[in-house]
């Protein structure tokens, strides 16, 4: 008798131990999958960051009088380069705090830019700058579509770490919550504006 509760003790035990390295694995590959994915929004940003020195060398000499937005252009584009660097090594809830912020610093001063651009005739018309803004705003689009692969696969990854019972396992072998990777956008913040 005493055998059989053994038996059954081990038996229950191991497919407990085999739930929780299914569970464990699952959480693993649901991480790589969102780290991943933000090895796709670096490899657009690091594509940005290249697109946006030629840009500011080459509307230095349209914009001569609006040296203060290239200089904001030059700095916001540094920081979001060192932060998108720490993102890289551990894209954690710290780091993607940080590099959200930068780029939401980023895409303001860009978005400055280019309305300066639009309106300046000279910059309008140079060849060169509008290859840089078309491709600079190709880009754009890129690290959208990727933003948006990126935050699918860390809700998956939250989802699923959020859990019952999973829940209990990634708290048990620390599987921390992954940040969103969010661009504010000023203008997307404004209600639209209608004429009666």
Do not use: W
Not at 13 to 27: A, E, K, Q, R, Y
Not at 55 to 60: F, I, Q
Request: aromatic share 8%; net charge neutral.
């Amino acid at each position: 008798m005493g055998f059989i509760i053994l038996l059954t003790a081990l038996v229950v035990l191991f497919f407990l131990l085999m739930f929780s390295v299914s569970i464990c694995n699952g959480l693993v590959a649901l991480r790589n999958r969102y780290k991943n994915a933000f090895t796709q929004i670096d490899a657009q940003l690091k594509h940005r960051y290249a697109l946006i020195p030629n840009l500011v060398e080459t509307a230095k000499s349209c914009l001569e009088h609006e040296r203060a937005i290239l200089d904001d252009v030059v700095a916001a584009r540094n920081t979001a380069s060192a932060a998108s660097v720490k993102a890289a090594a551990n894209p954690g809830d710290a780091t993607m705090k940080e590099l959200s912020a930068a780029e939401t610093m980023l895409a303001g001063t860009l978005g400055r830019l280019f309305a300066v651009a639009e309106a300046n005739p000279d910059l309008k018309g140079n060849p060169v700058a509008g290859r840089l803004l078309e491709e600079l705003t190709l880009t754009e689009n890129r690290i959208s579509s990727a933003q948006r692969a990126y935050n699918d696969a860390v809700m998956n990854y939250n989802t699923r770490r959020e859990v019952i019972p999973v829940n209990f396992a990634a708290a048990a072998f620390r599987f921390a919550p992954a940040e969103l990777f969010v661009i504010e956008k000023p203008d997307e913040k404004q209600a639209l504006k209608v004429p009666f």
